[in-house]
């Protein structure tokens, strides 16, 4: 039961134009999500979140919205760098489960062309 | 700022050896995770840990033992390593419950079982 998904497993956007990434969930529960960046040989490092009362955060190039109706959250990035190139992770967590537990999607591999 | 350090970075074992994957943060966070990563999966959570003493299953942990005797030291054991077990590991910390605070990752320890 796969209850957050990434459906996109890769994305190819040219240098200074807008990428987006897309996350889907299941659990109604979730009301925390994040994105995560992971470059290869390295752990995933945090880089965006939102509360479930909110359905835009925004810091720098990154904005992530949150549509809670349709279960369904994006990552955009503007504009895209080279230096963006990752997997983003799209994770989500309940704030009644015990140990703040993340559930991740599979991720995007984003390539960012110069 | 070392913030959570694994080792080793990669292993090789042999079918049913033994091992200990390390993690240490200096953080002073409460909770600790492990997590595997599989190729094109997102990351699974294996044990947690609330605090010292408190550990706890998360969604694949056969196979896997872990303790908390520290706030900083988080080890987890395999006993009987399968080809199954062939896996990225991570190791995360975050400071508290309930307050929406990211996780932070280790670099993780590549682990093939042949």
């Known amino acids: 039961d796969q209850q957050v998904k990434q459906n996109s497993p890769s994305l190819s956007v040219q240098e200074g134009r807008i990428s987006i990434l897309n996350c889907d969930y299941t659990n109604s529960m979730f009301d925390y999500f994040l994105w995560y960046k992971k470059y290869p040989a390295e752990g995933p490092t945090f880089l965006i979140s939102i509360s479930s009362i909110k359905d835009k955060n925004e810091d720098g190039r990154f904005t992530v919205f949150l549509n809670k109706s349709a279960k369904h959250l994006s990552l955009h990035i503007v504009p895209s760098q080279p230096g963006d190139s990752a997997v983003y992770f799209c994770a989500a967590s309940a704030q009644e489960t015990s140990g703040s537990r993340l559930t991740f999607g599979e991720g995007t591999q984003l390539t960012v062309n110069p | 700022n070392a913030g959570v350090t694994q080792t080793p970075k990669f292993r090789i074992l042999k079918i049913g050896q033994s091992m200990t994957l390390q993690c240490a943060q200096d953080?002073?966070?409460?909770?600790m995770y492990w997590y595997r990563q599989d190729p094109g999966m997102g990351l699974k959570l294996i044990y947690y840990s609330v605090g010292a003493g408190i550990t706890d299953k998360g969604e694949v942990p056969n196979g896997y033992n872990v303790s908390r005797s520290t706030t900083e030291d988080f080890p987890l054991r395999l006993e009987l390593a399968a080809p199954s077990q062939t896996s990225v590991y991570f190791c995360?910390?975050?400071?508290?419950?309930?307050?929406?605070?990211?996780?932070?990752f280790g670099d993780g320890t590549r682990l093939s079982i042949l």
């Open positions: 953080m002073n966070h409460n909770y």
């Open positions: 995360a910390s975050t400071p508290l419950q309930y307050s929406n605070q990211p996780q932070h």
